[in-house]
């Protein structure tokens, strides 16, 4: 590889540093590194001889052929949203207290990088999830996310109607506080929580998962990665939230329309060599302990 790009979460001390090394390791192997505008300033103050290359957030993707994330899943998650419809694989290593997207640990950084320079590494694809928001027939917001998106509640709003049409087919109308819509890669964040099922990242699935629903009969419920779900709100007066990846949204109206499918184009993350899912799923999640 000729080129990578570097994003950090930079609220992180240790995470200024392991950017500083990365580089001048990096550099040291004559790959040329592209960063982050405001990373790169956070790196030239704690090594002011060093040159490093810096671009927007979003620009990065479109210049590079790998990206390297220092931090956590939520830091990997925003990235993944600049890196969009682009198929550039994206290796995320953990400074973060969970870290179950980041699996990578310091420890394994630079055998890992190894690795990948020399293209010897595995990938794994994830669905996204592509989100219209509809308000009297038109669009008013967009987003495409790796994990979520939920519709919830405000702590003072009452239960909330949302009807449910899969490939314009009615399912059913939730009484509930709120609903989740996930893809596979987002089964074990707030749809877990909320009661519905671990995923394998690598099934063609999306889930419909209700979020503390009134009625014993509104179970979660898995659907074809092929099917497109419209969410129909049926409310006056309530605060209503919509949020993508738990990190962009908007307030809802009444009467709006979520269309929800999958996107065209996935995220390619780039996978341990030396830990497989379930091992993850274990260490991060204690999944299987008694």
């Not at 090594?47 to 479109?62: F, G, K, M, Q």
């Not at 592509?130 to 709003?157: F, M, P, S, T, W």
Request: hydrophobic residues 40%; contains cysteine.
């Amino acid at each position: 590889m000729k080129c990578i790009g570097l994003y950090a979460k930079r609220t992180n001390p240790d995470a200024i540093k392991v950017a500083e090394e990365l580089c001048l390791w990096l550099q040291a192997r004559q790959v040329d590194v592209l960063v982050e505008e405001e990373l790169g300033a956070d790196i030239r103050a704690v090594n002011p001889t060093l040159t490093v290359s810096s671009a927007a957030a979003d620009e990065i993707p479109a210049r590079v052929e790998c990206i390297v994330v220092l931090g956590g899943d939520g830091t990997l998650i925003s990235v993944a949203r600049s890196v969009g419809s682009r198929a550039v694989p994206i290796l995320g290593v953990n400074l973060g207290s969970l870290g179950f997207l980041t699996e990578i640990t310091l420890e394994e950084l630079y055998p890992q990088m190894e690795m990948v320079l020399e293209g010897d590494f595995s990938i794994s694809e994830r669905i996204r999830l592509d989100c219209h928001i509809r308000r009297d027939g038109e669009d008013v917001a967009h987003y495409q996310v790796l994990n979520d998106v939920v519709i919830n509640k405000g702590a003072l709003a009452r239960i909330v109607d949302i009807e449910i049409w899969v490939d314009k087919d009615y399912l059913t109308t939730f009484k509930a506080d709120g609903l989740i819509i996930s893809s596979p890669t987002g089964s074990t964040a707030y749809n877990m929580a909320a009661g519905g099922s671990i995923v394998y990242p690598g099934v063609k699935c999306l889930m419909i998962t209700p979020i503390c629903p009134h009625m014993l009969t509104n179970r979660p419920i898995i659907v074809s990665d092929s099917s497109v779900i419209t969410v129909k709100m049926r409310f006056d007066n309530e605060r209503v939230f919509c949020t993508a990846d738990g990190q962009v949204g908007m307030a809802l109206q009444g009467r709006d329309e979520l269309e929800i499918k999958q996107a065209e184009v996935g995220t390619r993350l780039i996978k341990s060599a030396t830990k497989n899912y379930f091992e993850v799923l274990r260490a991060k999640l204690r999944w299987g302990e008694r």
